[in-house]
């Protein structure tokens, strides 16, 4: 038997497993920012359902007056609504996200540029539930005043105004920097991953 031949043809079995496609390693290493962000996006999903559940129950908490309710109930629809639309849309890429197949660089591609929507998507939706907050307690805000004192209907006005710019500039600057915080680090990962396979 020759032990030499045998050990050539052992070495030479194992060449071709030992070169690994550079694409391929690339291809793994995108797993890691992609598996984070879909945990994170169930996250983001919970903390939403808490949100919704914490707001419908502000007129028990704050006692409203019985007149507010129906106008709370009313602009409390329209945030549900908008909301579902967006946890369809946010549901809906979760899903495809993890049914796809993510070894090719188009699949990669999909994933990035879909991510990157929602997170717009996102940003859209929190700065539209702020202006139906802010018109929710303007409108409340007036009428309970204006009942009550209503000399003090024109002095509020120019308040409101202030306080809805600066509940629209706080809120704006917290949802930017939520969505780079939260997404955005794992996102670029990703954008680097994809460019490093375009250039090999």
């Known amino acids: 038997m020759n032990f030499d031949q045998l050990k050539d043809d052992w070495n030479s079995a194992k060449a071709p497993s030992a070169n690994i496609s550079p694409e391929l390693l690339k291809m793994k290493e995108a797993h890691t920012p992609i598996e984070t962000i879909r945990k994170r996006m169930k996250g983001e999903f919970n903390y939403q359902l808490v949100g919704m559940f914490i707001i419908a129950l502000c007129p028990f908490t704050f006692n409203f007056p019985a007149k507010i309710i129906p106008i709370f109930v009313a602009f409390y629809s329209i945030m549900a609504g908008f909301t579902a639309y967006y946890f369809y849309k946010f549901y809906a890429f979760y899903k495809n ?101 375009d250039e090999e």
């Open 97 to 197: 996200a993890y049914d796809l197949s993510l070894d090719t660089r188009k699949n990669l591609l999909w994933f990035y540029y879909e991510m990157k929507m929602n997170v717009e998507l996102y940003k859209a939706l929190s700065y539209i539930l702020v202006f139906i907050s802010i018109a929710f307690v303007g409108i409340a805000f007036l009428m309970v005043s204006g009942d009550n004192m209503p000399g003090l209907r024109h002095f509020t006005i120019p308040v409101i105004i202030v306080f809805c710019f600066l509940t629209v500039l706080i809120m704006g600057l917290a949802t930017e920097f939520w969505a780079r915080y939260y997404y955005g680090k794992h996102v670029a990962q990703l954008k680097a991953i994809i460019d490093a396979l």
